[in-house]
């Protein structure tokens, strides 16, 4: 607080505009980390959640459910890639990410995997600042370092090369060679499809994300697809896995799952993860239940927004936008620019 500069307190904010206290307009061209998709303050999302919240602004998803929940499940069975089916929310992306870690590590256990427990994680990665997402994001980046004595120890892998520059092959050799290693010890991999986010915008080709498919399937080791930041459009495919053709076992939605309107998070998995949960025995379930889980008007939110990337014509859209995006490569000359990178709507200099 003392070393940043004073923020700029924000009395509105509609489309790509915040207005400020003082009457100044900024464009917002980082979407409040990515997760203001359909704009600020979007008809459609604001009329669904005052709807919903004049019925009922939140009720615990604890013995009880309600239609919001279970209409927003479905919609996103539909839209996710291949047979991710079995929904768990949450209320942020680092819990949607600790809920894809303690599936993975109960996947495991559940079946008489008891040493199973570690993750493995890609170099330069992030997926959230609470303790058990901090155990698989890079360890020297930002603000972890401080806390690496007290996070889990987890299996770091390499960093990709980075799209363009080849070297897949012998990455992916290294990376199986990694992971068949540790394999008695190894129950996930955990990573962002075809881009780092956090970790400064870092692309990495698909033929990687589906290397590590093939690697994953053939060690019998589930795959995490944190999509938090890649879901919903923002490389161009409505999801960064489909883009590669790839199908996750486990995919962590959040960001702009409800069109960056409310936080909330949705850990996805397939049958055969589900299957392992789905037992006579009260102690094979997981056991996870935030407060605000599936909060209603959190799911209403999500489904207008859905709604939008439905009907509106947005892959085109998002199309046009990376054509436009592409005066950005001309900056590439200048001085103090190091790499300019553009897929779908996302340009970084
Ligand atoms: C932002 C982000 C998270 C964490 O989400 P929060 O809602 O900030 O907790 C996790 N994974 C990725 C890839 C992210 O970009």
Redesign the pocket.
Known sequence: MKTQSPPFKVMSASGTRLILDNGRQLIDAISS???MIHGYSHPDIVSAISDQAAQMSHVMLGGLTHDPAERLASQLEAITPGDLSHVFFG???????EIALKMAIQYASNQGYVDRSKIAYLTG??????LG?MSVCDPEEGMHRLFGRVVIPQLQLPRPPKLGTGGDDAYLNQVESILSHNRDAVCAVII?PLM???GGFYLYSPTIVQGVRRICDTLGILLIC?????GFGRLGSMFASERCHVVPDIM?L??ALTGGHI?M?ATIARPHVFGQFWSDFPDRALMHGPTFMGNPLACRAALASIQLLKEGDVLNRIAQIEQRLGWLYDLRNRTNVVDVRVMGAMGVV
């Open positions: 980390w990515w997760c209320d942020s992306g680092s819990v949607g990410v990665a992030y997926h959230g600042d609470t997402a962002e780092q986010g956090a944190d999509e938090v930041a890649t962590v959040g960001k936080g998070s």
